[in-house]
């Protein structure tokens, strides 16, 4: 059997049989803007969004210890946790949260990146927003300003929140779409 018809049976067993965890963070800049002394662009995670693939609801946590926790024991359960550009943003932006908070570190897991385990193409953005756009989903994204993000007050947080809702939304969509289309390439560890 061709390798990449053993890597389809492989894909096609782990998109119908793990448990996978769907996830999201919105993060805020904070330290030296680009440009700065030591170039030492920093952000911090405000908002969370998580959701079990097969389940619709979807757990939307302002970031704190706590909801760290939360989040951590949801992602512990899972076989598979996915989202877009986890591997290099979403996962190391929480340990880095997790290590100013003392707190242990995320566990190793196979992480399914729908940006970084897309099959080689060219001509267009892997954004989420695009790769949806292209693939005809229904949940469209949630645009916010730079200008409603530089004003974080109460009222705005909640958009924030729905916003991070629907990106796990969309996701979850988009990830399906990927997976029966044979878009996305084998899943990798994240976290040694």
Not at 137 to 147: V, W
Not at 151 to 180: C, P, S, T, Y
């Amino acid at each position: 059997m061709p390798y990449f018809e053993t890597e389809r049976i492989w894909i096609n067993s782990l998109l119908n049989s793990a448990r996978i965890l769907d996830f999201d963070i919105e993060t805020q800049l904070v330290g030296f803007h680009k440009g700065g002394k030591f170039n030492p662009d920093g952000c911090r995670p405000v908002i969370i969004s998580w959701s079990w693939m097969d389940e619709e609801e979807v757990y939307t946590r302002e970031v704190t210890g706590k909801t760290l926790e939360e989040f951590r024991t949801q992602y512990d359960k899972a076989d598979v946790v996915t989202g877009h550009y986890i591997r290099k943003f979403d996962l190391p932006i929480i340990n880095m949260r997790l290590l100013e908070l003392h707190k242990p570190r995320l566990n190793v897991k196979i992480a399914w990146d729908t940006k970084a385990d897309l099959i080689p193409f060219g001509g267009a953005s892997k954004s989420q927003e695009n790769m949806s756009a292209m693939l005809g989903l229904q949940e469209e994204k949630y645009h916010m300003s730079d200008t409603d993000w530089r004003n974080m007050d109460k009222d705005m947080k909640k958009k924030v929140m729905e916003r991070n809702a629907q990106d796990v939304i969309q996701h979850k969509e988009m990830f399906r779409k990927l997976g029966e289309l044979e878009y996305l390439s084998k899943p990798k560890e994240w976290g040694r």
